[in-house]
């Protein structure tokens, strides 16, 4: 069956520190795959998307890698702030579609 | 920066009664989608909208919902009877190209029925 799993559903790293959080894909072949967050009670807010010939993506502290052999895209955040406390989602489109598969989401919390 | 807007922020119905969601999505976009997240769960897709039509709906998008662009600005969710299992956070967003590049979502509406 098809899944999207992010590695963990919480995540607590020291300020300062890098933040890694993992996205992995069964029976899906993307083509994008994009990283949204989410605060409570508030929509996804996009951050990055990355294309299937892109390895990496980088956005100011931000950083996603892309690996369709492993089925697995990594989110990185570095210099982590107690602000990047939040949800972070993973979507991509299941086949021939125009709707998003999200992930259930990581919540990070950055300790200052 | 263009954003998508949506309204109420909140709303309360009781068990059967019709409620509208509204969204103003970004100005340049033409493809728009609602998503619904029930509490602790995952953002899920309803449907997409194209050229005035439906392009894609879930399974989760029965005879009870729909959805309308009546203008050149608005585009609402409609549920004609709601259940107590409608209740979640509705969330609009919207694309300038066909599905796959970014899609921009709004902040929501959290439908609640009583």
């Known amino acids: 069956s098809q899944k999207i799993e992010q590695n963990s559903e919480a995540l607590n790293i020291q300020e300062g520190k890098t933040a890694t959080l993992t996205c992995n894909y069964t029976n899906y072949s993307p083509a994008y795959l994009q990283w949204y967050r989410q605060d409570p009670g508030r929509g996804p807010v996009f951050l990055l998307l990355?294309?299937?010939?892109?390895k990496e993506k980088r956005k100011e502290r931000l950083k996603v890698t892309f690996d369709t052999t492993l089925k697995q895209s990594l989110f990185h955040i570095t210099a982590s702030q107690p602000a990047d406390s939040a949800t972070y989602l993973c979507?991509?489109?299941?086949?021939?579609?125009?709707?998003?598969?999200f992930g259930t989401g990581t919540l990070l919390a950055v300790q200052p | 920066e263009p954003e998508v807007t949506q309204t109420p922020s909140h709303q309360v119905t009781q068990m059967g009664q019709e409620v509208i969601l509204r969204c103003v999505p970004i100005?340049?976009?033409?493809?728009f989608y609602w998503y619904r997240q029930i509490l602790g769960q995952k953002v899920e897709f309803l449907v997409s909208f194209y050229n005035n039509e439906i392009s894609e709906k879930s399974e989760i998008f029965d005879d009870q919902f729909s959805v309308e662009r009546p203008d050149g600005s608005n585009f609402t969710l409609k549920i004609r009877s709601t259940k107590l299992e409608d209740s979640a956070m509705y969330f609009c967003?919207?694309?300038?190209?066909?599905?796959?590049?970014?899609?921009?979502f709004g902040p929501g509406t959290r439908l609640l029925v009583l």
């Open positions: 967003a919207s694309s300038e190209a066909p599905g796959r590049e970014t899609q921009y």
């Open positions: 100005s340049n976009h033409l493809y």
């Open positions: 990355i294309r299937e010939n892109e």
């Open positions: 979507a991509l489109y299941g086949g021939a579609t125009n709707k998003l598969i």
